[in-house]
């Protein structure tokens, strides 16, 4: 698998067909497994918490979802394509859909949830949606927690799309490699994008990298300390791989 590093975690550089072609053929396999989006906000989590580093370096994909991880992998020479959430969420149910796969969905609010299961079926007819949960806010009990598992390995589904929002959904999934008989995406914010609850930033804020500033301008009270802490910091990590670059010879 071709990667290239974001501080110490091994990034997937091939794509976007590729990433989801793999995760689907390890599904198809009935691998337990699990694939963390990364973006800033997850970067630079590692970076402050050596355990949460740990969870995502021990994934078994760990994809570019934001442009600032993409110039990243452009300053150390290797031409990496992004993954965004969305368009694996999609990409993964397309193919699970020709190859008949069963999929599940984990997270969300009920409203969310709903709506994102609504608009892959309306977008892929043959998709089999055996299982669809939006678990209380609250830590769930060990009973509920077993149910929940008992539930989704009884549903069939071979592949799970964890809507918990980062660091939660990665630590979720960490502690399931092997218990879930599935693989696991964790696809943060996507519920809402599928359902309408939120919207998307406009093609070209994403082509710029500039996402971010139009979710911070959606929910500015949510994401303010977020981007204040972790943005100049990765900015600075960039400036320090473009110095990197310009120093080598040739």
Request: aromatic share 10%; with cysteine; glycine share 8%.
């Amino acid at each position: 698998m071709n990667c290239y590093p974001v501080f110490n975690l091994p990034v997937f550089a091939n794509g976007l067909a590729a990433a989801a072609g793999r995760m689907v053929d390890a599904a198809a396999e009935g691998r337990s497994a699990y694939a963390c989006v990364c973006n800033v906000h997850m970067a630079m989590e590692t970076r402050d918490d050596p355990a949460f580093a740990e969870v995502v370096k021990s994934a078994d994909w760990v994809v570019p979802d934001g442009m600032p991880l993409v110039w990243a992998a452009r300053l150390q020479g290797v031409p990496a394509g992004r993954v965004r959430g969305f368009d694996l969420t999609l990409s993964c149910c397309d193919l699970a859909a020709r190859r008949g796969i069963p999929v599940g969905f984990f997270g969300g609010s009920e409203a969310a949830l709903a709506g994102a299961v609504r608009a892959v079926r309306e977008r892929f007819p043959e998709l089999q949606v055996a299982y669809a949960f939006s678990p209380p806010m609250r830590p769930p009990t060990d009973a509920e927690t077993a149910a929940q598992e008992t539930a989704f390995a009884a549903s069939g589904a071979r592949l799970l799309f964890v809507g918990l929002g980062c660091p939660k959904q990665e630590k979720w999934m960490h502690a399931r490699r092997g218990r879930v008989p599935a693989v696991m995406l964790g696809v943060g914010a996507v519920f809402d994008f599928l359902a309408g609850t939120k919207p998307h930033a406009p093609r070209w804020m994403q082509a710029c990298g500039l996402e971010w500033l139009f979710r911070w301008c959606c929910e500015p009270r949510r994401l303010a300390a977020r981007y204040l802490r972790h943005n100049p910091r990765f900015v600075l990590y960039l400036v320090r791989l473009w110095l990197a670059a310009r120093r080598k010879p040739g």
